[in-house]
Every structure is written in C-alpha cells, then in structure tokens.
C-alpha cells in the first residue's frame, strides 16, 4: 500500500512535471533534469523513469547529472534505486524562497540562463514585480559593456523588473537604493550565524559591494523609458553576488571575493529573499532619498584617494573622492592632470574608479 501511494505520489509529479511549459523541449539536458529532480526533491527517480520522460538515454542521463553535480547541486545517487537532488541550503528553489517574502512579486528560479537581465526584457512588464532568479549565467552581463562570471552552485543572479511609478531622473537612486538594500540583506543574512557573523558589506560607488576588501556584488540597473511621457517602462535591476569561493578566471581572483568562504554556510534561498524584500521596500521609498545617508555610510571610497577612468581612458587621473551629491553622483577633487585642484560630480556611465592602494 506504501509502495503504491509514494508511486501515485510520484505520478502526480510526473504529470505537473509534463505540464509545465513547452520551452522544455529546447532545454538542454542537464536543464531538463534539474527541473525532473527538483520537483521531486527528496525523493529518489530510478534511472529508467527519468530515461523514458525525458526521452534521453542513460549515458546523456549520466553526463546530467555530471554537469548538474559541476554547477554545485548535490545529487545522490544509489545503485539501482536512482537518482535525488539533496543540499537544500544549496539548492535555489521558489518554493523556498517565496516562503520568506514580504512584498508581492511573481518569483521564478531558474538553473541556468543567458542573463537574467535579458531575460527580464522580455517580459510584458507592470507594476507587480517580476524576480528572475538563477543558479548560473552563460552570458552574464556587466557594467560598461563587460561580461559578469556568472559561475554556477555559488552565486545568485536575479533581476528585479518592474513598472515603477517614478521618473527617469530618479533611476541613479535605484542602484544607489539597490547597493543599500543588498548590504541590509547581506547583514540580515549573516547575523547570528556564527559560520559569517560579523560581515560589513561597504558599497564603492555606484553599485559595487565589496566585503574585506574584495567585491562580492555587482548591480546592472537598466531602463526602457517612453520619451512622450518621461516615465520608464520598465525598470530592470540585475544583481549578482558571490555568495562563495566560485569557479573564476584567474585574473578575476585578485579582486573578487564572496560573502563566505565556507560553501553552503548559509542559505542563497534566504538571501535571494531578502534581498528582494529590502530593495522592494527601499523602491517604494524613493522619493525621499531615505537610503541616502546610510549609502553614504557604507561609501568606503569618500575621502580616499582613487583614479577617475573616463571610458576608455586606461591609465586613469588620480582624484579624491569627497562626498555624494543629493542627485547621487560623486563629488571628487582632481589631485593631478589637467583638470588639478577642480571639483566635479561624476555621473554613472560615464566613468569608472579605481581605488589607489
Ligand atoms: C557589474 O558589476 O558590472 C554589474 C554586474 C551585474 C550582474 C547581474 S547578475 C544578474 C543580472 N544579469 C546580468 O546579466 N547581469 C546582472
């Protein structure tokens, strides 16, 4: 009788498994079976039931789970019983993540994406948030036109888009907002665990969050706006966080750091959560500038010395960095060049900074 109820339960599964969306038949195979595991978590799939649903046969079935296993998820295997995705602090799922929302959104996980930024493009926006969350990136993107390492099992990247109510002028806010709301959600996270407590997450303007001295997030806020009536369509907030040590290129490990050095100390589910609760309730406060001051706070490059980059200016012009202006750009004091003993306020897009060590 147990045999036959956990087999219907299994069936039922099976069948909302099927019914989801038709994209499944252009997914690639590890995809395809993350989505079969994770809606059966903690359960076992024989090799031979997930052969005959996903129409793939056990060598590709084995090369999955081989490439799934890379991207961090911990899958048990056991002979001639199958296969089951384990590692709950380890594994992004909605069902979790929801748990732990306090503002409406529509959430969907995904395992791997191009960019979730892209991806949020092509949604028919309102004005109920849309998060877009994923384990790994194939073409994560950057500030500046670079490319983001999006490694998977050790990061997070999810994108918020919405309609919001506010104008253009106000999207320098949104990173702004967005970088206060990610150290909050950061802080939360770690506090009173004792694997991590004790984090300061600073922010390098604009969007930069850096702990201990390496960066551990970074922000790509995108807009689509419509010129008659000054309002964004749609406002789309991407963020990506190394939550631990990952699979980066070397050049990348000098700067680059994540929130924890211990692999699944705690839950990306939690973070992923709170790091849409804070910056939804920070968006709905925009308009009077209350994260101001604690960005300022956080602002770990004011009164140091770094190097302006216009674009494409590699050697870059030494500055200090005195305050952030009520607009949000950088108010720094050139200390060389053509431009010595001038002040000027920087605006995102323009340039990037380098802090002199
Ligand atoms: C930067 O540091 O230059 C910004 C990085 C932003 C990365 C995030 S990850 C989620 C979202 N999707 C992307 O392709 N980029 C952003």
Redesign the pocket.
Known sequence: YLIMWKSSRLIVRLINFLNLPKMHKKMATKDKLFELLSSNADEFISGQIIADELKLSRNSIWKGITSLKKDGYIIESKPHIGYRLAGESNLLSKEIIIKDLRVPCTVEVHNTVT????MAKKKAMSHKPIVLIANR?SN????LG?S?E?PGGTGL???IALKPGFSLEKSLYVTMAAAVSVCRAIEKVCDRNPQINGKNPQIKWVN?IFIENKKVC???TEAQTNFETGQIDSLII???VNCFPGNLPNELKEIAGSISEKTGSFSRNRLAAEIINETLKSLDRIEDKSFLTEYKSRCFILGHEIKVHPQYDKSGIPAKALDIAEDGGLIVEYIDGTKKGETETLHTGEISIRLTR
């Open positions: 960019s979730t930024n892209d990136q994560g993107r950057g500030r670079r983001f999006s990247y999810l994108t930069d970074g922000i790509l991407g963020i990506g």
